[in-house]
């Protein structure tokens, strides 16, 4: 099948960079966000970083001008009926996913292709929405969508290779490496990452070592190019706490259970980077 025209679902920092790598890739992209101020709020993110590409030397000008021409935005979901495939980007909560793809498998053709970017919700409960479970998969990109490679494609249990092998394809035509995975949890990344983030949140409240301490030990034993309680600051502290309490609600395992510090942090308002504060303080007075 091929693939023609995109429509994404969310103008938030993951639906805005994954419009932005599609339209730079020359598809024809539709976002459609619940309001015109956060479609231009997305719009306005996927310019910017248009812009730094382009005075970095990374891109082109005539690159920028042609991806950004190639986007255009809406309130409706009605308005998606003539894409191929659809990429959903929006909170990441079971009910508005399920809600918008039952729309939409209602208004697009048959042929189109549905995929969640979700990061922690299983794709086949989100495709139980549709009546095109074979046709639906997930294609789980990772922040900044610009600038990291991976892409996780994932199928299902009612997934059929033909689809798979369209979204694997689409994937590289973005200019990403994408891996498979299977449809758990988590998938490959998170099923991996949440764990050791959530030990390292237990590790500072047993007293093992202080916060800088815990990072620094990171990347100067392991390589790793950010500590875990800075990279939870930058994830957001409440984004990571839902992960983990989707996450043992599907495993029921001790290690996906977010700790009660972190339970504190989220509901004192300290979610890391956005809010000014999380395990460290950002913006002025830190």
């Not at 093992?208 to 990279?231: A, F, K, N, Q, T």
């Not at 983990?244 to 609600?249: G, L, P, Q, S, T």
Request: charged share 30%; aromatic share 6%; glycine share 10%.
């Amino acid at each position: 099948m091929k693939i023609e025209k995109v429509g994404v679902l969310g103008a938030g920092l993951m639906g805005s960079g994954i419009a932005e790598v599609c339209a730079k890739a020359g598809y024809a992209t539709v976002i459609r966000e619940v309001s015109d101020e956060l479609a231009k709020k997305g719009v306005g993110r996927i310019e910017s970083s248009l812009g730094k590409a382009v005075e970095k030397g990374k891109l082109e000008a005539g690159a920028r001008d042609a991806a950004r021409s190639k986007l255009s935005t809406t309130t409706r979901l009605e308005d998606l009926a003539g894409c191929d495939i659809v990429l959903e980007a929006i909170v990441e909560d079971l009910d508005a996913k399920k809600e918008a793809f039952t729309v939409l498998d209602r208004v697009c053709a048959p042929h189109a292709i549905f995929c969640s970017n979700t990061s922690s919700l299983t794709i086949t409960e989100i495709s139980t929405a549709t009546g095109r479970p074979d046709r639906f998969a997930g294609l789980h990109f990772f922040n900044p969508v610009p600038v990291m490679k991976l892409v996780e494609v994932v199928r299902t249990i009612a997934t059929s290779e033909e689809t798979e092998k369209t979204v694997f394809d689409f994937a590289k035509s973005l200019g990403k490496e994408p891996i498979r995975a299977h449809d758990n949890s988590g998938f490959v990344v998170n099923r991996l990452l949440v764990p050791y983030l959530l030990d390292a949140v237990r590790a500072l409240e047993e007293g093992v070592g202080s916060r800088e301490d815990i990072d620094r030990g990171m990347e100067l034993g392991c390589g790793h190019p950010m500590g875990p309680l800075r990279l939870l600051d930058f994830v957001g502290l409440d984004t990571t706490y839902a992960i983990a309490e989707i996450m043992f609600h599907e495993y029921r395992e001790k290690r996906f259970a977010p700790p009660p510090l972190l339970k504190r942090m989220v509901l004192a308002g300290r979610y890391g980077k956005k809010s000014g504060r999380g395990f460290y303080e950002y913006g002025e007075g830190r």
